[in-house]
């Protein structure tokens, strides 16, 4: 007689381990459910702030939104020798989020405000290097004591806008390892090269790596601001902040000693660039104020939305009021197509976060506009105009943009305008942008300039020869052949030589047209429709506002060139995005025509600090 043979043991018990739920044993009693997911590891989070109150509402929300559970965490806060409302904003903050993390620790000092051997706020000094390194070690210390995976510190100005960054840091299974803080300058949170005496060394491998151009997960000598320390590794026990290891003889400076500490541990710092993890600003000098110390993390703050989602305040601390103003002007209008509302909210929002009040000009959208329109309004095409890089006649884009600049020199005539800031919805702020178009105004009055127009964002044409300086006068040269209107300050006189030349009779593109009226056009068969070209036209130097994107840029789009032909619509003009026409064909400015001979303020050399 033949029977079903019994299943072998192992395949019984494969059958039995496929059962979705709950799985079931020879007997009624050896059932048992799936393992639940392991807990996150612990983490302390280590706060040292000093001076921060500008920073602490978009710091500390960053904080909060890590994609990271909240009792797992623990928060180590200190802060001292604060001349403003740093230690008032850090208690309200714990008293309101204490219950959603594992244990908080809370250690202010209300005084003194200053070091005893300090000149000012911004000055290290071995009484502050000290201090901060004794503060940093009792973080590290109670991270160990509550039996702590992970120990992350990070400065309160560094903004962590990828939620998911310590999750990130703690795949890469390393030691010590930062995430790359982005910066406006080659600054970041690492170094590739040390001194023999522990200074920083510059290294070509540096800049590819800061601009990403090589992505990664890369040994470096130095991380500071912002590094996750793996505590579970044996060798992070001889880590230490303070005191100095007993070899140590280079400067006392915390994170050259705590970068000796690893070295001497055999613990290797690491740095990742694979991804966009957040911003952080340029140190200042000794000799800034708090004041430049809240207009720099300001930059930062709106450098991090430039092609990311807004840096939002946290939900526990209300964001700082604005009091925004005209910057002396009678008005400043910022030109925006109505389609282009995310461009509208954006550039509101920066402009409230510098405190500077506009009226929104509804940009005439040439796209919308058909020949009959064009004809309605008496609008002529300069005759023999093309492109000079494309052969291309006029685009309806430009065309939209042209009225839209001519329609606000209108009305700056019909009000009676003084003087005006017009701008562009797609630009980004220099440093100091407030401060340092104020200073070149004020000198400009001081001075009595005679002058109709002064760019303070454009792209510089003439490469051959420097532009002249204005004397007496800081960060102001003569305009020479220039492009884009993205930034520029008109008086009432400039504006009615503009109107007065009636472009709508024989229209180009406004950016063609501006140097036209100085005189500064290298074409001349286009020059001699318009007279007189008496324009007194000068821009900032450096200058004082910049693109979102450059053509070929990841998310570049421009309504004036990618558009079609004004008097054919079946003809499309897209050849600017597809061969980087005006941004490829212009040479480098040689060194023989940068403008060197310019009088500098204070702010370019802090403006312009790297490294």
Not at 47 to 65: A, D, K, M, W
Not at 354 to 361: L, N, T, Y
Not at 435 to 459: A, F, H, P, Q, T
Not at 553 to 579: F, L, P
Request: charged share 25%; glycine share 4%; aromatic share 10%.
């Amino acid at each position: 007689m033949h029977g079903l043979s019994p299943l072998p043991a192992a395949r019984l018990l494969l059958a039995l381990l496929s059962c979705g739920g709950t799985a079931r044993g020879y007997f009624a009693e050896e059932r048992w459910s799936a393992e639940s997911p392991l807990l996150a590891p612990r983490v302390l989070v280590a706060l040292v702030c000093r001076n921060q109150e500008h920073s602490l509402p978009y710091f500390l929300g960053t904080i909060e939104r890590l994609n990271y559970p909240k009792d797992r965490v623990a928060l180590w806060v200190a802060t001292d020798h604060n001349e403003d409302n740093t230690t008032t904003i850090l208690r309200d903050w714990l008293v309101k989020v204490q219950k959603l993390y594992h244990y908080v620790e809370w250690r202010p000092q209300e005084e003194p405000s200053a070091y005893g051997d300090e000149d000012g706020p911004k000055q290290w000094t071995n009484l502050r290097y000290a201090h901060v390194m004794k503060l940093r070690q009792a973080a590290l210390e109670s991270a160990r004591e509550m039996w702590a995976d992970f120990f992350l510190l990070v400065d309160c100005d560094n903004l962590l806008t990828n939620p998911n960054v310590l999750w990130k840091l703690i795949k890469e299974n390393k030691t010590i390892i930062a995430p790359m803080l982005e910066s406006r300058a080659a600054y970041s949170n690492f170094w590739c090269g040390m001194t023999s005496q522990g200074y920083y060394k510059r290294t070509p491998a540096y800049i590819p790596m800061r601009k990403q151009v090589r992505k990664g997960c890369f040994a470096v000598p130095m991380v500071h601001s912002t590094f996750l320390i793996d505590l579970r590794k044996q060798a992070s026990r001889q880590l230490a902040f303070h005191p100095p290891h007993p070899d140590y003889s280079w400067a006392f400076d915390d994170i050259i000693v705590f970068a000796f500490s690893a070295r001497m541990a055999d613990v290797q710092m690491f740095v990742s660039n694979k991804e966009t993890y957040g911003y952080l600003p340029v140190p200042l000098r000794a000799h800034n104020t708090l004041k430049d110390e809240a207009d720099s993390f300001l930059h930062s703050l709106l450098e991090a939305g430039v092609r990311n989602p807004p840096v939002m305040p946290s939900q526990y601390i209300p964001a700082p009021t604005r009091q925004p103003d005209k910057l002396g002007f009678d008005e400043v209008f910022m030109i925006n197509l109505q389609r282009r509302a995310d461009r509208r909210e954006r550039m509101l929002a920066i402009l409230y976060k510098q405190e500077i009040a506009s009226k929104v000009v509804a940009a005439v959208d040439g796209k919308a506009m058909n020949i009959s329109d064009i004809n309605n309004l008496g609008i002529k095409m300069l005759p023999g105009y093309s492109d000079p890089y494309h052969g291309r006649p006029l685009t309806k884009g430009e065309l939209g943009c042209f009225l839209s600049h001519y329609n606000i020199w209108k009305e700056i005539v019909e009000r009676g305008l003084h003087s005006s800031l017009v701008i562009e919805d797609d630009l980004r702020f220099e440093i100091f942008f407030k401060r340092r178009l104020k200073n070149v105004m004020s000198e400009v009055e001081s001075e009595g300039l005679d002058w109709d127009l002064i760019y303070i964002g454009r792209k510089r044409m003439q490469v051959d020869h420097p532009e002249k300086a204005v004397p007496n006068i800081h960060n102001l040269v003569e305009a020479d052949y220039s492009y884009w209107t993205l930034g520029y300050m008109i008086s009432l006189q400039g504006a009615k030589k503009l109107i007065n030349a009636e472009p709508l009779k024989k229209v180009l593109p406004v950016d063609e047209f501006l140097p036209i009226m100085y005189n500064k056009h290298p074409v001349s068969d286009y020059m001699k429709h318009f007279e007189p070209r008496d324009l007194k036209a000068f821009s900032a130097e450096p200058l004082l506002v910049f693109p979102t994107h450059y053509t070929g840029d990841s998310g570049y789009i421009s309504d004036t060139e990618t558009s079609t032909v004004w008097d054919n619509e079946k003809v499309r003009t897209d050849w600017d995005r597809a061969r980087a026409g005006k941004t490829g064909e212009q040479a480098e400015i040689s060194t023989e025509a940068q403008n060197s001979d310019v009088l500098q303020s204070p702010l370019d050399s802090t403006a312009r600090d790297e490294l």
